[in-house]
């Protein structure tokens, strides 16, 4: 089946830095990724929806200038943390369907700002 | 109102015991409908869809009601292998985000 893989699985971060995680569709073309977050004993929450070669579309209360995102090919989706802070610190993880198929999952990265 | 809601939990059930999720949706447009599973730590894991006929896979079975935009997911001779947190998931169109449930959490002993 269709493989998302999304890197780093973990990383710790000082405050103030910029931290970039990525999503690869292997073996199919992604032209829209999903990016969400998820606090501890919260739902996945939607942040933004990735399109390949136009801006990404951010949900309400979604800052775009702190949360970027890049979707510069059909397998690649990028999201930078800009100037972390310990609220920032959270589950994110990346989603993609290939067509007429189920969502799949990047396996997730673990953020922790200290 | 959240566009999906769960009944947190924890359930806390014996090894072989029944037990049923429930789950409601507030918009009337969506139009697919999921059962997600999600260990600690790691990222979602598909269940099962659910169809308005109601469809079963093994010990799982899930029900949806249109007209009263309700989802279940009913899970028997449960198995200390089935704990886990159990997301319920709707789609409005296809290609669009999926929405996520905040989870019910099962806890199943021996």
């Known amino acids: 089946g269709a493989v998302v893989s999304q890197h780093p699985s973990r990383v710790i971060c000082k405050s103030g830095t910029s931290v970039k995680i990525e999503c690869r569709s292997l073996d199919f073309q992604a032209t829209t990724m999903f990016w969400y977050r998820q606090f501890p004993k919260q ?4 942040m933004a929806t990735s399109n390949e070669g136009s801006k990404a579309t951010y949900e309400q209360g ?9 979707h510069a ?7 930078t943390v800009t100037s972390a802070h310990p ?20 396996s ?7 | 109102r959240k566009e999906v809601e769960q009944d947190p ?7 072989g015991a029944t037990v ?5 949706y507030s918009n009337s447009a969506s139009q697919s409908f999921f059962w997600y599973r999600q260990d600690c730590r790691k990222e979602p894991k598909l269940l099962m869809s659910v169809y308005s006929s109601g469809n079963e896979d093994g010990r799982f079975t899930a029900q949806l009601n249109r007209a009263s935009q309700y989802i279940s997911l009913l899970i028997r001779d449960s198995k200390l292998s089935d704990s ?27």
């Open chain 2, 9 to 15: 939990g924890p359930f806390n059930v014996p090894e």
């Open chain 1, 73 to 79: 090919s059909l397998t690649l989706s990028t999201l």
């Open chain 1, 43 to 46: 739902s996945l929450m939607l």
């Open chain 2, 84 to 110: 886990a947190t159990y997301l319920c998931v709707v789609n409005g169109q296809a290609g669009t985000a999926l929405i996520f449930g905040k989870g019910t959490t099962l806890s199943v002993s021996s």
């Open chain 1, 108 to 114: 997730g990265t673990r953020l922790t700002v200290v």
């Open chain 1, 62 to 70: 979604v800052e775009k200038d702190k949360f970027l995102i890049n």
């Open chain 2, 20 to 24: 049923a999720f429930n789950c409601t």
């Open chain 1, 87 to 106: 609220e920032d610190s959270s589950f994110y993880i990346c989603s993609a369907r290939e067509f007429g198929e189920s969502y799949t999952f990047g």
